[in-house]
């Protein structure tokens, strides 16, 4: 322990204080990995998904990259989809955004980044996507959160299309897919209305909540 030995004594307070708390807490947890939920969220150090929901570790299983972004072709995300839902059985899969995302910010900009603009090419993608309604929208601030929101509604779209869940609804298993985003300067949580639970729900879902702007 060279280094960070800081984060190391964190980690025993933590662990005593869990187990003066509740004795039985790691013995249950590696028991048994139950989670009710899948997380899809952003990277972003000021979103930890246990926190901002309440919940304690194993209740979440969680799936995080720059703006949130599920795409066809990437096997890490759709590897973890695929175990939440044939493996855990997990009912609710919920992605994520945040207000005031940097992937987002970057996506905005007419500017290079480096590596990551291959990344945020699928963010810029979904602006083009809804050029005109975001045009309409005179503030920058508020153009800007309403692609965080539109980039959590076409995620939700991309969960929804992906074989792993048309499979599992197909074969009658119980799956709702939510969007939410949250707000770095209240800490709260916000439900865009869009939860999906069976295919044919799709289309009209999404045309709503792509036409529903956020106060």
């Known amino acids: 322990m060279r280094t960070l030995r800081q984060l190391f004594e964190n980690n025993r307070q933590w662990a005593r204080r869990i187990q003066k708390e509740s004795p039985e807490f790691f013995e249950r947890l590696q028991a048994v990995h139950d989670p009710g939920y899948l997380w899809i969220g952003c990277s972003d150090a000021r979103v930890p998904a246990n926190e901002i929901i309440g919940l304690p570790a194993g209740e979440v299983f969680v799936h995080r990259n720059v703006a949130n972004q599920v795409i066809h072709t990437d096997i890490n995300c759709l590897s973890v989809i695929q175990y939440a839902v044939d493996v855990l059985r997990v009912p609710h899969i919920i992605v994520c955004g945040h207000y005031d995302c940097g992937g987002v910010k970057g996506a905005c900009r007419a500017e290079s980044h480096g590596l990551i603009d291959n990344w945020l090419r699928h963010v810029r993608d979904v602006i083009a996507k809804h050029r005109a309604a975001l045009d309409e929208i005179d ?61 044919e729900e799709i289309s009209e879902v999404y045309r709503l909540a792509c036409q529903t702007e956020r106060k």
């Not at 074969?171 to 916000?190: F, K, M, N, P, T």
């Open 139 to 199: 503030d920058p601030g508020r153009r800007q959160d309403r692609v965080c929101e539109l980039n959590v509604i076409e995620q939700v779209h991309n969960v929804c299309r992906t074989t792993i869940v048309q499979e599992a609804w197909s074969r009658g298993q119980e799956l709702a897919v939510h969007g939410w985003i949250y707000r770095l300067s209240d800490g709260l949580l916000q439900d865009l209305d869009v939860c999906i639970t069976q295919p």
